[in-house]
């Protein structure tokens, strides 16, 4: 019997590909970018199964050209690049990879946090450029954490671990979530609040909301008004939950303090003015790469579209 035949969109770490290649037929696109729509759907079509990444718009148009496809699997937590529900309709198994990248996710959010309230980034450019002039007392004052409010917008894994990594700094933990979330209350006495007051009160606000039409644009001019003028924003869950342009108009205006943020509206480019404020700090949507994410990552996704092509439910299924 000849093998399943799989179509990677990118190169993933090899442990994944050294599961895929055990018993599949495995091409890889061979290009160092994601592909375009059209490289996508002309390399999906007579495939078994799909690994995908967050970079790949996987629509009706990929399932009409992968016909037969027995499985999608995301190389990602996120799926907001998946059609979910059009794949369900269409009987196609799709999964993506939570879990692993958790701790990672989550430390970034705090590299960023630190990053942006100590001016870490704007301190370093002022070194390299040769015109540090020696100590000063009013050099480079930033933020304080601890003892200061961090406010989580979404506590789910990936905000949980955020929020208990806050334990060393005595902060008071505010979460606002569709549901309580007992391991915050527990362990750090964190409060459920209404997201109106989360803004009004948190000194930090660490997004980790999933991109859903409900989250599209959570924050913008509105929610920017509301926040404390010295606090600062980090974005590690989707860009598009951050109005940018609104974001930039509010960091000009001194509405806030700071934003930190590893993901964009519109990857991968940025809006206008936002890479020319000295109160930003921006990275290449790195959350999740650490050795043992990217590499738990493609273990999962490859496990998972083993599982979809052997007819099997994926450990990671996201149909209903
Ligand atoms: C995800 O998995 O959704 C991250 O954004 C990339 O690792």
Not at 73 to 85: E, F, L, Q, S, T
Not at 116 to 127: K, L, N, Q
Not at 221 to 235: D, E, G, P, V
């Amino acid at each position: 019997m000849s093998k399943p035949s799989v179509y990677v969109t990118r190169l993933i770490p090899q442990v994944g590909i050294d599961l895929l290649q055990a018993e599949c037929q495995v091409e890889i696109n061979p290009h160092d970018r994601p592909l375009t729509h059209q490289e996508l759907l002309e390399n999906v079509q007579g495939r078994d199964g799909i690994l995908c990444l967050l970079t790949d718009k996987i629509d009706a148009e990929v399932f009409d050209a992968a016909q037969g496809v027995k499985g999608i699997a995301n190389y990602a937590v996120g799926y907001d690049n998946i059609d979910v529900p059009e794949a369900t309709k269409r009987g196609i198994p799709v999964s993506n990879t939570p879990g692993v990248l958790t701790d990672a996710t989550a430390e970034m959010a705090w590299a960023l946090l630190f990053a942006v309230c100590r001016r870490v980034v704007e301190s370093d450019a002022v070194m390299r450029s040769g015109q540090w002039p020696g100590w000063g007392p009013l050099q480079f004052i930033g933020g304080d954490v601890t003892g200061a409010t961090l406010g989580i917008v979404g506590a789910g894994r990936i905000g949980t671990a955020m929020g208990l990594k806050s334990k060393g700094f005595q902060m008071k933990v505010l979460y606002s979530d569709a549901i309580r979330n007992e391991v915050l209350e527990q362990q750090l006495q964190a409060e459920k609040v209404d997201f109106d007051t989360l803004l009004e009160h948190s000194d930090y606000v660490s997004i980790h909301v999933p991109l859903m039409p409900e989250t599209r644009h959570l924050f913008g001019k509105n929610a920017f008004q509301r926040m404390k003028k010295t606090a600062y924003l980090i974005n590690t869950s989707r860009g598009p939950v951050v109005n940018e342009a609104e974001l930039v108009d509010a960091l000009q205006a001194g509405e806030i303090a700071g934003a930190a943020l590893d993901v964009y509206e519109k990857e991968p480019v940025m809006a206008e003015g936002l890479k020319d404020l000295k109160n930003v700090v921006i990275t290449p949507h790195t959350a999740s790469a650490t050795i043992s994410s990217r590499g738990g990552m493609a273990r999962l996704a490859a496990t998972n579209l083993l599982a979809m092509l052997k007819g099997a439910k994926a450990p990671n299924c996201l149909n209903p």
